[in-house]
């Protein structure tokens, strides 16, 4: 077939991939041939973009509804000083570009969902999960196992990461073998609250577009029921197995899942309540005025030490960690005007909850944390 | 004595430590001698009716204990024992 065929052109950008005999001209071919779907443009998604498009994947599809942030950049290479504020699709997009012009670039500015996903993955040989979160998680895999196609796995936290393919087409475990339910919200921190190294998503995601180009060239032996772990601070590698569970509700020999589910649902996560009709919340500008009077509420940051000496709203009474909250229950008086802070307001709402249980009755959460306290009262207060 | 390895998000329960040493004869033994010690440690990996929960993964060796004998499985003195929790990545949700 004359489109695989490799043009003058491409034979001088691939060459050091030609000269080895394990790729040669037929390997090259076919990634040129192949397709990919990269969900989620993000930490790992920048590595796996930039490998994958220099490699000469023939078309990738990039699927991320969020806008290029500041914050972003410690990690997400993809993206640049220059795109902040633009989707990341668009952002990513304009780089690959230049990278590579000569493959075939569609960006889908969407959230993944239930509704659309296998839709959006159908035309694409293999799926890459570079997402962020539960639900996302669990759909891709559900909707990769329905449709029958491989899906390069990769998740990292603060200093450790995990990668492996599922593929239980070729016989191994998807990631409900792995994981049957996820943890429920708010027992597991997120990047946001707990941080990741930078360079921590680099490697994993590298590892991801290794396994990528290894599925769709045929060498090598693939990561397919091992589960590679990663220590960046031992600096060590580990492997597990990973098998299919035959009672697997979704690959199983008796699959109960057939269709496409309401992933937040199954996550636990509920849609957020009426913000206006909360007597337990406060918004930023509301305690701005409050804070003036003479009968001033009291104010607790629920947040890390070494987040506080980042930035701080002044007039905070006192400092204890949602997770000390319960044991330090006693330094607080009941009897208080209190309102609760943390970076965005979801660990202030949890502690808000956890005093309402014991007996707090004039607690308030501000709304959006610190980060909406920047925005909307003080730009001085850095945001994180 | 075997070595229970604790994942990065486990840590702050058992005062940051990176792995622990316990003599026990099964996984059982050394998950109860666990909690016993790192009291704090059990609602992340218990649910309330004392099952292991199901986005937490312990390995014996390279083996799932699903695969191996659950918490029944015997421990010989230089094993190494991994607590595999599910983690996303990314930022909160």
Same mark, same amino acid.
């Given at each position: 077939m004359s489109s695989s065929a490799l043009s003058n052109e491409e034979i001088r950008r691939y060459s050091r991939h030609l000269i080895m005999p394990e790729m040669g001209m037929a390997g090259q071919r076919r990634l040129k041939q192949s397709s990919v779907l990269l969900i989620g443009t993000g930490g790992l998604g920048s590595p796996l973009a930039l490998y994958l498009a220099a490699a000469g994947i023939g078309h990738i599809g990039l699927v991320d509804f969020d806008l290029v942030d500041e914050s972003n950049l410690q990690r997400q290479i993809v993206h640049g000083t220059a795109t902040i504020g633009l989707s990341k699709t668009e952002s990513a997009k304009r780089r690959l570009q230049d990278l590579n012009p000569l493959i075939e670039l569609t960006s889908y500015e969407t959230q993944i969902s239930s509704a659309n996903a296998l839709d959006l993955m159908r035309p694409f040989d293999l799926i890459v999960d570079g997402t962020d979160n539960f639900p996302t998680r669990y759909l891709t895999n559900d909707a990769s196992v329905l449709l029958g196609k491989p899906n390069v796995y990769g998740s990292i936290f603060r200093f450790e990461g995990q990668a492996t393919v599922f593929s239980p087409r070729d016989g191994g475990p998807c990631y409900r073998c792995l994981y049957p339910e996820p943890p429920p919200p708010g027992l597991v921190p997120s990047c946001a609250e &707990?941080? %990741?190294?930078?360079v921590l998503p680099g490697v994993i995601g590298t590892i991801q577009a290794t396994e990528a180009i290894k599925l769709l060239t045929g060498i090598g032996e693939p990561l397919i029921g091992r589960l590679m772990l990663y220590d960046a601070l031992s600096m060590r590698f580990r492997e597990l197995r990973l098998r299919r569970n035959?009672?697997?509700? %979704?690959? &199983?020999?008796?699959?109960?899942?057939r269709e496409l589910i309401d992933y937040d649902q199954f996550c636990g996560i509920t849609p957020p309540v009426n %913000?206006?009709?909360?007597?337990y919340e406060i918004t930023p500008t509301e305690l701005a005025a409050e804070l003036?009077?003479?009968?001033r509420p009291f104010l607790l940051d629920v947040r890390n030490p070494y987040e506080v000496e980042i930035a701080t709203i002044p007039g905070t009474s006192k400092v204890i960690p949602v997770d000390q909250l319960p044991e330090r229950? &006693?330094?607080?008086?009941?009897a208080l005007d209190m309102v609760i802070y943390c970076r965005s307001g979801a660990r202030s709402g949890r502690a808000v909850e956890l005093l309402k249980s014991a007996g707090f009755h004039k607690v308030r959460n501000l709304v959006g944390g610190i980060l909406r306290w920047s925005d909307d009262v003080d730009p001085s207060v850095a945001k994180y | 004595m075997a070595t229970i390895t604790i994942p990065t998000p486990l840590r702050k329960y058992v005062e940051g430590r990176d792995n622990i040493i316990l003599e026990a004869a099964t996984v059982g033994e050394l998950l109860s001698k666990l909690v016993e010690n790192y009291p704090d440690l059990g609602q992340h990996l218990f649910s309330a009716e004392g099952k292991l929960r199901s986005f937490v993964n312990l390995y014996v060796g390279d083996e799932d204990i699903r695969y191996l004998q659950g918490e029944a499985t015997p421990l010989r003195s230089d094993e190494v024992i991994s607590i595999i929790p599910a983690i996303a990545g990314g930022t909160a949700r």
């Open positions: &707990g941080g %990741v190294l930078g035959p009672n697997c509700p %979704v690959c &199983g020999d008796h699959p109960t899942i %913000v206006m009709s909360n007597q003036k009077n003479t009968q229950l &006693g330094e607080l008086d009941s | -």
